[in-house]
């Protein structure tokens, strides 16, 4: 990790215009993702620079919807599935410290209502999608007319993977070198993949002990393991872009589950060791890996939480829902 040379602000005001001007009001819409090659660790916590580049897949319509007006005062109102947050909550206090990189020193006051429609049973996080649809309701909001890769190193500012829920489809987030970070952005590729599917598996709704942030910097700080973390997500990023565009399942999935154990063996030589997963996390992994021994086409992901995604195609899914009763399943190429 190097030292933060640039603060969010002094990136930013480079591409704001010199006086902002504000609609009445503005709303977007930013899909949530899964990373299938992972991000873990970063080379600038304030920027959110990454030591490797990643490569996620978007979830279609699930994700968070952001409208910004004024609120006629000078007071902030934060709402989050329609309720009031507390304004020394942790959530209306990050989202008001984003908003307030572009509203720079103007006073006034704005309500920032975000709606998440990623299933609340799905153990999904949101934040992803909530910095992307932040983003881009404040670039209609003040009229920024910024361009997707600014808003994709800006939205990057408020949570890494955010930058890659600027986009639909599967979408790689390069690294980058620069010090501002200006080219640590996301790209979309144009493969559509309509049978694929996805398999939310919710072991625990419980709020997680280490947050991914912690839990990355400590995996970075601590891990002996986590030096081999940045070139095996490199080889794994060159295999996903074939087998994506050849639209190869089991080279593709197979390369998402490996590498999703390997950051989790990362967390594991932390120190103190960062164990995300539950002994029912374990078990479906178990019963994954039996259906795959049996011939049933099929693939796990995992995130800094407990709770599994499944990799399948459309011609696994009726077999899997029976295996599988508490499977929430996502078409991310559907309508
Ligand atoms: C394991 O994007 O939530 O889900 O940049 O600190 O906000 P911050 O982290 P965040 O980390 C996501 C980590 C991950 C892997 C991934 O989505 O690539």
Not at 5 to 21: E, G, H, W
Not at 58 to 71: A, D, V
Not at 196 to 217: E, F, H, N, W, Y
Request: include cysteine.
């Amino acid at each position: 990790m190097i030292e933060n040379c640039l603060s969010k602000a002094q990136v930013i005001n480079r591409y704001l215009p010199a006086t902002l001007t504000a609609k009445e009001h503005a709303t977007a819409f930013a899909p949530s993702n899964i990373a299938l090659c992972k991000y873990w660790g970063k080379r600038d916590t304030e920027l959110n620079l990454p030591t490797n580049s990643s490569l996620s897949i978007s979830l279609g319509h699930l994700g968070s919807h952001t409208q910004i007006s004024h609120s006629h005062s000078n007071i902030d109102i934060v709402r989050l599935n329609n309720k009031v947050q507390d304004p020394q909550s942790s959530f209306h206090l990050k989202v008001i410290a984003f908003v307030n990189l572009f509203r720079r020193s103007q006073t006034i006051g704005l309500i920032i209502d975000t709606r998440n429609t990623i299933p609340t049973a799905a153990g999904l996080a949101s934040s992803a999608s909530g910095f992307a649809a932040l983003m881009l309701a404040l670039d209609d909001f003040f009229d920024l007319q910024l361009a997707d890769q600014q808003l994709s190193a800006f939205a990057r500012m408020g949570s890494g993977s955010a930058s890659r829920s600027i986009y639909s489809g599967f979408v790689h987030w390069e690294m980058g070198e620069q010090l501002d970070g200006m080219d640590s952005v996301a790209h979309q590729l144009d493969t559509q993949w309509p049978n694929l599917r996805i398999g939310l598996i919710k072991v625990s709704s419980a709020q997680k002990p280490v947050d991914s942030r912690t839990g990355m910097d400590r995996t970075t700080a601590t891990s002996n393991l986590y030096q081999n973390w940045p070139a095996q997500a490199a080889a794994d990023l060159i295999t996903l872009d074939n087998a994506i565009k050849q639209r190869d399942f089991h080279a593709m999935a197979a390369c998402a589950e490996h590498n999703a154990m390997s950051m989790h063996a990362t967390m594991i030589s932390a120190w103190p060791p960062l164990v995300y997963w539950l002994p029912e996390s374990l078990a479906v992994m178990q019963r994954v890996w039996q259906l795959r021994e049996s011939g049933v086409a099929v693939y796990f992901t995992m995130d800094a939480g407990p709770n599994l995604k499944l990799l399948f195609e459309q011609s696994s899914q009726a077999l899997l829902e029976t295996e599988f009763s508490q499977l929430d399943i996502i078409v991310p190429f559907g309508d």
